[in-house]
T-cell receptor
Framework: DAGVTQSPTHLIKTRGQHVTLRCSPI?????VSWYQQVLGQGPQFIFQYYEKEERGRGNFPDRFSARQFPNYSSELNVNALLLGDSALYLC????????????FGPGTRLTVT | AQSVTQPDIHITVSEGASLELRCNYS??????LFWYVQSPGQGLQLLLKYFSGDTLVQGIKGFEAEFKRSQSSFNLRKPSVHWSDAAEYFC????????????FGTGTRLTVIP
């Protein structure tokens, strides 16, 4: 079975622009979480979506938003990009009832210049 | 507030030597505990997890971890390190109830020398 997939792999944007990152969970997984990993740090929780509804949100500004589609794939959107948004964005999926067993994708490396 | 401390930023060990990576956590209740490994340019791979029961848990790739409630620790160990174990290791905690987000430590980078 395919693991969690994310696209694009790398992305370069300019300050003030908007970006959309995509994630496809493992087949059968209905929960998707997003994390931001700044260089030299551990991942930080941004959002969790389950059954297309937001179930949790980390300490991130409203410039960050996400949604989940009927096929359980997910998008993370970031508006008005700042230099500090440069990071590896990780998506994780999990089974219903086993939300702690999160399987991570390879991430999208976002560089804001 | 929740926090995870990995006091060793970088550890270097010889191939074949034993390894112990430290993790301490601060939490309001007993959390779920995890160790993940991240190779360069890769996502995170779950090595092992502790939910309840036996405090010594076995994971993949020959890793094990021991939960010590009295010390709020969850240290990762491996008896004999292989060159392929060189990577970044992250300890994480998650609440047993409520939101399902994970809190990660800042990681320990492992270098393996021949």
């Amino acid at each position: 079975d395919a693991g969690v997939t994310q696209s694009p792999t790398h992305l370069i944007k300019t300050r003030g622009q908007h970006v959309t990152l995509r994630c496809s969970p493992i087949s059968g997984h209905k929960s998707v979480s997003w994390y931001q990993q700044v260089l030299g740090q551990g991942p930080q929780f941004i959002f969790q979506y389950y059954e297309k509804e937001e179930r949790g949100r980390g300490n991130f500004p409203d410039r960050f938003s996400a949604r989940q589609f009927p096929n359980y794939s997910s998008e993370l959107n970031v508006n008005a990009l700042l230099l500090g948004d440069s990071a590896l964005y990780l998506c994780a999926s999990s089974l219903v009832g086993r939300a702690y067993e999160q399987y991570f994708g390879p991430g999208t490396r976002l560089t804001v210049t | 507030a929740q926090s995870v401390t990995q006091p060793d930023i970088h550890i270097t060990v010889s191939e074949g030597a034993s390894l112990e990576l430290r993790c301490n956590y601060s939490y309001g209740a007993t959390p779920y505990l995890f160790w993940y490994v991240q190779s360069p340019g890769q996502g995170l791979q779950l090595l092992l997890k502790y939910f309840s029961g036996d405090t010594l848990v076995q994971g993949i790739k020959g890793f094990e971890a021991e939960f010590k409630r009295s010390q709020s620790s969850f240290n990762l160990r491996k008896p004999s390190v292989h060159w392929s174990d060189a990577a970044e290791y992250f300890c994480a905690v998650g609440p047993q109830t409520g939101a399902n987000n994970l809190f990660f430590g800042t990681g320990t980078r492992l270098t393996v020398i021949p």
